[in-house]
């Protein structure tokens, strides 16, 4: 007797796995994925301040405390108009990579590319020609002496801005691993020729900038090797057309750049070239507090241009407590071991400078989740919500310092900053739940 074993009862063919099985398998892939990615981009910003902060440490021990306060008088209307001077171009450029998506070929990007460098061009001149009037009129009258120098710091507008909008193709189409390794390649530009130049012909105040200019022109070829034709090609969208839609994101970043630098400003003219040296000796000493919440906030950034996820408010607790808690788990240790540090790498010469590191510690910690969280309102296309929080905290911090400066020195201008931070990161952080609870007002979760 023989079984027959064909199936003819449909009930009893195979069945296919579920559809959904593939779905959520892919979904855990990309989670991976995407937590992989983050810690990676994470590792390279470490990286990158890991070289910052190198490159702080050889400006202090060639140039002295004096000599590295003149350095932070030439550089300071660069630093203080580099994102300014953008006028949104890199968030612009940002949000048409990340409309693109990362299905398209590298070579496809080449138009939106060709667009940035043009656009980067065109900023970094017309940025740097306010920076000369503003070296021109804007320094104390002590410290005019510097201005020939500061000019020549002036000419590096360009190549930053190239590089900081080119680069911005790269994150915006999710490209972590362009973007992290651009960003580490135009990071170990200075150091590497400031260490070239102390090993062959030795450093001073007017090499180091020479240094700094030749720096940002190797940032901008880092970032356009590998595009054929780039000042010939097609170009899409027109730089006109760039400006146009950058102006909301300019005006943000007037209003956020200018307060994060107007310590800085602040120091300038109200402090001695020595004073100066040690509180800008100490901002790259404090940057690492920033690294996690600042890196998070390029993908808060995708995420809130992607019209197809939404987060939730469960979704901004949980990245805000673990922002707090990772921010407060590193600053204690750093407050205790900062000190014995710094005499350590930078020597006893710059022992005064710590008292700024103790208070520019926690303003670091807060920048760092305030940038992240203000990427977030950036991508959800609201480049203007944070302004008014902005204004307010220069007022209240210019207030502050004017009241504090004669009984507590140059330490009021930190404490005037640490105030301020704290004012925006409430504040913007209102901003944020309530755009999340307009996009889900049926949920809390």
């Avoid at 959904?20 to 390279?44: C, H, L, M, N, Y």
């Avoid at 201005?147 to 190239?162: D, Y």
């Avoid at 690492?288 to 995708?302: E, Y």
């Avoid at 929080?389 to 140059?410: E, F, H, K, S, Y």
Wanted: hydrophobic fraction near 50%; glycine fraction near 8%; charged fraction near 15%.
């Amino acid at each position: 007797m023989t079984t027959d074993t064909t199936l003819s009862n449909p009930a009893d063919l195979p069945v296919d796995p579920p559809p959904e099985r593939p779905g959520k398998i892919r979904a855990a892939w990309d989670q991976v994925r995407q937590r992989s990615t983050f810690v990676w981009t994470v590792g390279f910003a470490f990286a990158v301040v890991a070289l910052q902060l190198g490159q702080g440490i050889l400006l202090a021990r060639l140039l002295g405390p004096e000599g590295r306060g003149q350095y932070a008088t030439c550089v300071l209307y660069v630093q203080m108009l580099l994102y300014v001077g953008l006028f949104g171009g890199l968030e612009v450029i940002c949000r048409y990579a990340a409309d693109a998506g990362n299905e398209q070929d590298p070579a496809s990007q080449n138009p939106l590319r060709r667009a940035a460098l043009r656009l980067g061009m065109t900023t970094g001149i017309a940025t740097m020609a306010v920076v000369v009037l503003l070296n021109v009129v804007g320094l104390p009258e002590e410290k005019r002496f510097l201005m020939p120098l500061a000019l020549i710091c002036s000419l590096s507008m360009i190549g930053q801005h190239v590089m900081l909008i080119m680069t911005a193709v790269d994150r915006g189409s999710g490209d972590f691993r362009a973007y992290n390794w651009r960003r580490f390649m135009s990071a170990a530009a200075f150091p590497g020729l400031l260490l070239a130049a102390f090993l062959t012909f030795g450093v001073d105040l007017r090499v180091a900038c020479w240094m700094f200019v030749a720096a940002s022109a190797l940032s901008m070829v880092v970032c356009v090797v590998g595009v054929p034709q780039p000042l010939r090609g097609a170009s899409s969208p027109p730089v006109r057309s760039l400006v146009r839609e950058s102006r909301p994101y300019g005006v943000s970043m007037l209003a956020t750049d200018l307060f994060e630098r107007l310590d800085l400003l602040l120091v300038m003219w109200l402090t001695s070239l020595v004073t100066q040296g040690y509180y800008a000796a100490m901002v790259p000493v404090v940057y690492p507090l920033t690294v996690i919440p600042n890196t998070l906030g390029l993908f808060l950034f995708n995420a809130g241009a992607d019209s197809n996820r939404r987060l939730k408010t469960a979704d901004v607790h949980r990245i805000l407590g673990s922002s707090l808690a990772v921010q407060a788990a590193t600053l204690v240790p750093f407050l205790i071991l900062i000190g014995p540090l710094v005499r350590l790498v930078y020597g006893e010469e710059f022992s005064p400078a710590i008292q700024f590191a103790w208070w520019l510690a926690p303003v670091s910690a807060l920048k760092g989740i305030l940038q992240g969280l203000d990427s977030y309102v950036k991508g959800r296309g609201r480049p203007l919500a944070s302004i008014l929080c902005r204004v307010v905290a220069a007022v209240a911090m210019v207030a502050l310092t004017l009241m504090l400066i004669d009984q507590w020195g140059a330490v009021a201008i930190a404490f005037s900053a640490l105030v301020g931070q704290i004012i925006c990161l409430v504040w913007i952080s209102a901003i944020v739940y309530a755009d999340v609870r307009r996009q889900h007002p049926a949920s809390v979760a």
